[in-house]
């Protein structure tokens, strides 16, 4: 990325890239419904998520959405904008914050092209992170995982693969590009998904790098909206040896398919 490229122009590229890596795949890909476990169909017909072949990616606006760095650091307001694809695992997610309402920080979190990055801009130009390599890849990839809780056609995908583990629980397998992450899914009786648990995202310790720490992405409030239900509000916390860390928290103002 040329260092004079803002992060909003590498988004609004890596939409237009995508998009044309999708036209270019063919269609019926699929896994049939009937194979999934009988709590994810339940799920899926639930929240609206059958029509999978009409669907190619979903743009997600977020609001009231805030973000820590640290346990004992402040909450900071951020703008956040999202574009999943769903035949090819593509993740985009772009942020905005100023800090002490000053500072313009802009970030962009992405899986693209079969690999995860994280890369954080200040006053648009100047690079304070650019995080790359295996454990960014794993890292983002499992996130696509989770976000199943807000497009369910990601569930009729081939590269993830799903095992029963007991009446409200599934786990999640996603498998792209010689990787493979999990997760698990946590149903309640409204045949909903609250909680994803995963231990195959990293997270930074101080002097060490990074280490492998469980991770949680816990959904609340679910709304009905153009004929489909999602969780409207959302959580995600670490879960390491001090403590929990929970480090985002965000309303979804709406998720638009095949708009973005």
Not at 109 to 118: A, C, P
Not at 185 to 198: A, D, L, P, W
């Amino acid at each position: 990325m040329s260092r004079f490229q803002t992060i909003n122009d590498l988004f609004i590229k890596d939409i237009q890239a995508a998009s044309e890596q999708l036209n270019l795949l063919p269609d019926g890909e699929e896994s049939d419904i009937n194979s999934l476990p009988e709590i994810l169909r339940n799920f899926m017909r639930n929240c609206g998520g059958l029509e999978v072949e009409s669907i190619k990616y979903v743009t997600i606006k977020w609001k009231d959405t805030m973000l820590r760095f640290s346990p004992n650091s402040g909450w900071e307001n951020i703008s956040c904008e999202q574009v999943n694809y769903i035949k090819i695992p593509v993740r985009l997610v772009y942020m905005r914050l100023k800090f002490w309402k000053l500072f313009l920080v802009e970030a962009y979190d992405r899986f693209i092209n079969t690999h995860g990055n994280m890369l954080v801009k200040l006053f648009k130009y100047i690079s304070i992170t650019d995080s790359r390599g295996k454990e960014m890849d794993e890292a983002e990839l499992v996130t696509i995982l989770a976000e199943t809780i807000i497009i369910p056609s990601y569930a009729l995908q081939k590269y993830i693969s799903w095992t029963v583990v007991d009446e409200f629980t599934l786990k999640g397998v996603i498998s792209f590009n010689g990787m493979s992450v999990s997760g698990f899914f946590y149903f309640n009786e409204q045949n909903e998904i609250f909680r994803f648990e995963t231990y195959d995202r990293f997270f930074t310790v101080k002097g060490s790098g990074y280490q492998k720490m469980k991770w949680t992405a816990t959904a609340e409030n679910y709304i009905q909206n153009k004929g489909r239900k999602y969780p409207s509000y959302f959580k995600a916390s670490w879960h390491t040896e001090e403590g929990d860390f929970e480090y985002f928290k965000g309303s979804i103002e709406s998720v638009e398919f095949n708009k973005t």
